[in-house]
């Protein structure tokens, strides 16, 4: 985001913040630390503090739309940070849905369900502004995502803060993981993506 000539990767830190670091493979690991904290305060400041800011305003009713558009972009950047990619694949229903499987595998326990997440909720949500096929979104129902049935047809029913804490915990484990050194390939992959992010 340019901010006052400035082109600004996070809340804090700016895009030559990282790029001064002159981050390898091979740089000591105050190094790796500094450029984790970068990546934690774009997380953090982007997605993470306003879905637990609107969650804890208790409007959900009302604002549980716009948190779960957070929640799909947000799934979508962890995605790229994952694979070290610059944007989603052309098979983005393919790669995405495989995420969810992959890091959520107690929720997304079918290709069906995850492939229904990723057309009726992220599409749904982010190429027409609303929910598509009967799938609906809802608050506090102890499930994060789950079938339903209804008028002949299956759709799906996810729950907004559900569906933010898991994503929530998935980032945490993931920035300990590329605490690491012993993590190359995460590491890697991380790497290449913040280099896409600052290229851009």
């Known amino acids: ?46 997605y993470l503090n306003i879905i637990d800011r609107i969650i804890g305003d208790g409007f959900l009713m009302i604002d549980g739309f716009a948190v779960m558009a957070l929640n799909c972009l947000l799934i979508e950047t962890l995605l790229q940070f994952k694979n070290g990619w610059d944007e989603t694949r052309k098979s983005n229903s393919y790669e995405y849905s495989r995420f969810l499987m992959e890091e959520f595998p107690h929720i997304f326990t ?3 369900l995850a492939r229904k997440f990723y057309g009726d909720i992220r599409c749904g949500i982010l190429h027409s502004a609303q929910t598509k096929n009967g799938s609906q979104l809802t608050i506090n129902k102890g499930y994060v995502a789950e079938f339903i049935y209804t008028n002949m047809r299956t759709s799906i029913s996810v729950d907004v803060v559900g569906v933010s ?24 992959c991380f790497l290449e993506k913040m280099k896409f992010l600052c290229k851009h």
């Open 1 to 46: 985001m340019e901010y006052m000539g400035e082109i600004f990767i996070s809340p804090r830190y700016k895009k030559e913040d990282f790029i001064n670091l002159n981050l390898t493979m091979t740089s000591n690991q105050e190094d790796w630390i500094k450029a984790i904290d970068i990546f934690e305060d774009r997380i953090r400041g982007r």
């Open 110 to 112: 079918s290709n069906n």
């Open 165 to 188: 804490m898991v994503i929530k915990d998935y980032f945490l484990r993931y920035v300990e993981k590329i605490k690491q050194s012993n993590n190359g390939y995460e590491r890697h």
